[in-house]
């Protein structure tokens, strides 16, 4: 899977879990660029995102992303 | 984890005179299809139909009170409503372990009540956090 298809996967997830509109992610995207990306959204974002690419993180992984580009490269690892 | 993929829990709920009474008090909702006989009647139904949030409650009463923790919070709940329920009906609920998200000490239920002639009476999916 590509990069480019990853993100656009994320970000209908982004849109269907945080649910404050149109969400367009770059690989450098933080929780502070996204509105409503907040602690418990995290979470069901991880759920989210382990459900769509069938694949499970650790919590090691997890705190080790710095912005959505260490995720996508986390998801490509799987 | 204190919970396993597909593992499963079962209770059994009954829409008491009660619990309606009390339900009907913290909602306000005195739709008269909940609490009028002959309009219920006129509508279609054999007798008031029951509240389909109080089986919401029945599930917070799962999640809090059912489960091996008390170390949990309810971080999403969903219900899709499939037959009506009514008064002093039994429900069979079961639950059973659809996910388990380690790494953010998460679980998902997938969840029914089932009507005394087997019918679903509601079913849906309830996402819990492990409190540490």
């Given at each position: 899977m590509k990069r480019a298809e990853i993100i656009s996967q994320l970000n209908e997830i982004f849109e269907d879990i945080i649910d404050e509109g149109s969400v367009s992610l770059s690989?450098?995207?933080?929780?502070?660029?996204?509105?409503?990306?907040d602690s418990l959204a995290h979470i069901q974002l991880i759920v989210a995102i382990e459900k769509t690419f069938n694949i499970k993180f650790s919590s090691d992984e997890i705190l080790s992303w710095n912005n959505v580009g260490e995720m996508i490269d986390c998801i490509l690892k799987k | 984890m204190e919970f396993q993929l597909n593992e499963m829990f079962k209770h059994q709920f009954t829409v008491t005179l009660d619990i309606y009474n009390h339900f009907q008090m913290c909602s306000n909702d005195r739709n008269p299809l909940h609490t009028d006989e002959e309009f219920a009647r006129a509508k279609g139904f054999p007798e008031k139909v029951m509240y389909g949030n109080i089986l919401n409650a029945f599930v917070s009463y799962f999640i809090g009170e059912?489960?091996?923790?008390?170390n949990v919070i309810i971080h999403s709940q969903e219900i899709a409503f499939k037959n009506h329920v009514f008064m002093n009906e039994k429900l069979d609920f079961e639950a059973h372990?659809?996910?388990?998200?380690?790494a953010v000490n998460a679980i998902e239920f997938k969840y029914k009540f089932i009507k005394p002639?087997?019918?679903?009476a509601a079913k849906g999916l309830i996402q819990i956090g492990l409190l540490k």
């Open positions: 690989e450098t995207s933080t929780s502070n660029d996204v509105d409503g990306w | 059912c489960l091996p923790t008390k372990v659809s996910g388990v998200f380690e002639d087997g019918k679903i």
